[in-house]
């Protein structure tokens, strides 16, 4: 399939703001797609290149884009950044730059899907001494070959920033209508699979049964069921009756999957962090009395004097570790609590009610006191034993009590009711960092107003909920903007547009609605907690979640 041809999809899906007819037109062109395409077109649909499991990642930001459109272009670098400003879109930017230099050389051959992914590939693969280099060489081979439509579509896949206003729920949708299937089995393969194209694949070749009969695998993560915060503790147990309370420890969630010998971790954000956490694998590798596993904790550095949980600062740094790994074991060790079972011995759990899987897990695992147990936990009915759970929790150093509900299953990726987290403080948000403000007097030099934005889970769009600036301490400014100034897309008046990647944790006074912002909210007196690298920009905090938050605000006054 040439690409010109996915090319025209997404400009018909550019073109609408109807969901029925962004599915109609996806379900369309997924029945036309060759089945030796069908494992890879579904996600560049919502426009990802490899599942969000996959160690692969483009490693491509804005800076060296604009060397590769430059190069082919026969410009410069900066020429491109003040082009892209000025058109206020990467996407269309390039498309007017490709579209002058078509004038003087004809493109000569045809893009295929299959030649474009992997191109894609071996830029993910490009590591080691020169890999910059030969990014750029890559890519810029690409674009000497793309109409200037086709320009611009493939610089927004490579900033992950499509913009046709599909996100995973209409593509679910999508391939349900495509292949006569109903939306439920396409969304339960998808939990499972963790994966569009297989999940494609199978509803095309076998329907329904194919669709079922896809299983979880060990080694390949599975998203993870979020908490709710809880309206109240009283409110939670008029509605659950009896349920499980256990200690929110304020770390880090690892996914572990074991087969055999050979233990993987998985971050919340699904990487591999296996190679940063010896101590935890060798130890999930004696304990899990099983052949084949998958089951989730959550990992606590607790300081071995004060017997206190660290700062998640520390936690993270262990994560990101790739030298040094058992020096940095030694400085802070970890401990890790369990709290669910996703999978045992060929057979998926997540149906179970949580009761099960929590005694199941029980039942596979030979904790070690301190270092590799469950999560503590407590069965009850009476709301005043989980007042004293929940201070004994708080008095203990830790986040505050999870409350879940024992009947449950496990919904990957959903939050929906099933945990529900207390914690002492108005609820924090996480979101995206999208754009920013160069400082002034003091702060010149230094990014010091930052664009935050939350996502709109139908479209997968990023809309602005305010503005943050205080708050922020020097040391801040400095991480924050060496951090955001190589994800500069463009600059204006002072104000620069970041490709989404920065997840901060925002704490407020409060949510108001905003006739002012894209999103129809806005933050009061915002302020940064932390930097949070564990979650990715399509795991930050949702404007349907914001609405959430500003209902339940409103009803507790
Ligand atoms: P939050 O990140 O604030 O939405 O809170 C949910 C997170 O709390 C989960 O993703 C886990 O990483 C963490 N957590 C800590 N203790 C538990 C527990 N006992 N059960 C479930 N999640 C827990």
Avoid at 191 to 219: C, S, W, Y
Avoid at 434 to 441: D, H, I, N, R
Wanted: glycine share 8%.
């Amino acid at each position: 399939m040439e690409y010109s041809r996915l090319v025209s999809v997404y400009e018909s899906l550019e073109a609408t703001s109807s969901k029925l007819e962004k599915t109609e037109i996806v379900a369309r062109f997924l029945r036309e797609v060759p089945e030796d395409l069908l494992d890879i077109i579904p996600s560049l649909l919502i426009g990802r290149v490899f599942p969000e499991w996959s160690e692969l990642e483009l490693g491509i930001g804005p800076s060296l884009l604009y060397e590769a459109v430059a190069f082919v272009c026969g410009t410069r670098a900066s020429e491109v950044k003040g082009i892209v400003a000025r058109a206020g879109d990467v996407g269309e930017a390039v498309e007017q730059l490709l579209a002058r230099k078509v004038q003087l050389t004809l493109f000569a051959r045809k893009l295929l899907v299959r030649e474009v992914y992997e191109a894609f590939k071996k830029i993910a693969l490009a590591s080691g001494a020169g890999s910059q280099d030969r990014k750029v060489r890559i890519l810029a081979d690409l674009l000497a070959s793309a109409s200037p439509k086709e320009g611009k579509y493939l610089v927004r896949t490579v900033l992950g920033e499509l913009r046709v206003g599909v996100a995973e729920g209409l593509l679910r949708d999508a391939i349900a209508q495509a292949f006569n299937v109903s939306v439920s089995a396409v969304e339960r393969a998808y939990m499972v699979a963790n994966d569009f194209g297989t999940v494609a694949r199978a509803a095309k070749l076998e329907g329904e049964e194919g669709l079922a009969r896809i299983k979880m695998e060990v080694g390949r993560p599975i998203k993870p069921m979020l908490a709710q915060l809880a309206p109240s503790i009283e409110k939670v147990f008029e509605e659950l009756g009896s349920a499980a309370l256990e200690i929110k420890y304020d770390g880090a969630r690892v996914q572990i999957h074991k087969r055999g010998d050979e233990v993987k971790i998985f971050s919340r954000r699904l990487e591999n962090v296996t190679s940063a956490l010896p101590d935890i694998a060798r130890r999930a590798a004696r304990a899990i009395k099983a052949e084949e596993a998958i089951v989730e904790g959550e990992a606590v550095a607790i300081d071995p004097k004060t017997r206190r949980p660290r700062a998640f600062q520390d936690i993270l740094r262990r994560f990101r570790r790739k030298y040094d790994v058992e020096k940095m074991m030694e400085e802070i060790p970890f401990e890790t609590y369990l709290f669910d079972i996703l999978y045992l011995e060929g057979e998926v759990m997540i149906d179970l009610p949580f009761e099960k899987r929590r005694q199941k897990l029980g039942e596979v695992v030979e904790e070690e006191k301190g270092k590799f147990e469950l999560a503590e936990q407590l069965v009850t009915g009476d709301v005043k034993r989980a007042h004293e759970f929940y201070s004994r929790a708080l008095a203990k150093g830790h986040e505050g009590m999870m409350i879940k509900n024992l009947k449950a299953p496990y919904i990957p990726g959903a939050r929906v009711g099933y945990m529900y987290k207390v914690k002492p403080v108005m609820e924090t948000l996480d979101l995206v960092i999208t754009g920013a403000l160069w400082g002034t007097g003091k702060r010149a030099g230094w990014l010091s107003s930052y664009i935050l934005a939350a996502r709109d889970e139908d479209t997968g769009e990023l809309l602005e909920v305010g503005r943050v600036g205080t708050g922020v301490t020097e040391e801040q400014l400095e991480e924050f903007t060496a951090r955001l100034k190589p994800l500069i897309e463009f600059e204006e008046a002072g104000e620069v547009r970041l490709k989404p990647s920065v997840v901060v944790e925002v704490a407020y006074q409060e949510i108001q609605r905003s006739p002012n912002y894209a999103s129809g909210f806005a933050l009061r007196f915002p302020r940064v907690v932390r930097i949070r690298d564990d979650k990715s920009p399509e795991e930050a905090d949702t404007v349907q979640r914001v609405k959430e938050l500003y209902e339940m605000q409103r009803q507790a006054r």
